[in-house]
């Protein structure tokens, strides 16, 4: 079973703020939530991880709410360089190092 | 070098030959991880390994599938007899945990197709 479940595909506009939510109900105490971005032919790439409350770098945010059972990644103003598959990563179990990636959301920029 | 390095970048071989693919992870990184990618799917866990201990082999497909690392460093992931429905993408992933979480790093995969 998945551990995250995230939209399949989602639609946006150059310029546009995009947010991408993803659920995780069965995260436990020890798990981060981390974000990939994958790019058809190439391998994913790390966006942005974090544990609780928001955590922002240069490319994105992560909204992550109290109960942890969800988080939110934002792309500010996305271009259409962003349309990608983004990926959801929250750690397996006791284990940090089982990590089970879900299936993805696909986000297409449009002109 | 800097990232995970993985080769073949690209094999086309017969159905019912071995295949052999190998990760280089990232210096120092103690985990490392193999995943399948099917054309338009999402990622499929394979096997990760702690140092040179697999500790979980559930994800491997079949016993056709078998994979090692040796001085916690290069791991090789085979393929034994393979059939048309191994043609995928094999990603390489290396991660070292810290306090700050567990980031891990992919490769550019190795695209295999069977013909």
């Known amino acids: 079973l998945a551990k995250t479940t995230q939209p399949i595909s989602m639609d946006s506009y150059e310029g546009q703020e995009v947010n991408i939510t993803c659920s995780h109900n069965?995260?436990?105490?020890?798990?981060?939530i981390t974000w990939y971005q994958q790019f058809p032919s190439q391998g994913p790439r790390f966006i942005i991880q974090?544990?609780?409350t928001k955590v922002t770098n240069e490319v994105a945010s992560l909204f992550i709410p109290a109960d942890r059972k969800s988080s939110t990644l934002s792309l500010p103003r996305v271009s259409l360089s962003d349309t990608a598959v983004y990926y959801c990563?929250?750690?397996?179990?006791?284990?940090?190092?089982?990590?089970?990636f879900g299936s993805g959301t696909r986000l297409l920029v449009r002109p | 070098g800097a990232g995970v390095s993985q080769s073949p970048s690209n094999k086309v071989t017969e159905k019912g030959k071995d295949v052999e693919l190998r990760c280089d992870p990232i210096?120092?990184?103690?985990?490392l991880y193999w995943y399948r990618q099917r054309l338009g799917q999402g990622l499929e866990f394979l096997i990760y390994?702690?140092?040179?201990?697999?500790?979980?082999k559930s994800g491997l497909p079949s016993d056709r599938f078998s994979a090692e690392r040796t001085g916690e460093s290069v791991s090789t992931l085979t393929i034994q007899r393979t059939q048309q429905e191994d043609s995928a993408v094999y990603l390489c992933?290396?991660?070292?945990?810290?306090?700050?979480?567990?980031?891990?790093?992919f490769g550019e995969g190795s695209w295999l197709t069977v013909v």
């Open positions: 992933a290396s991660s070292s945990y810290s306090l700050s979480g567990n980031t891990i790093y």
């Open positions: 069965n995260i436990a105490t020890n798990d981060y």
């Open positions: 974090g544990y609780k």
């Open positions: 990563l929250v750690a397996e179990g006791d284990s940090s190092y089982k990590l089970i």
């Open positions: 210096s120092g990184h103690t985990a």
């Open positions: 390994f702690q140092g040179n201990s697999a500790p979980d």
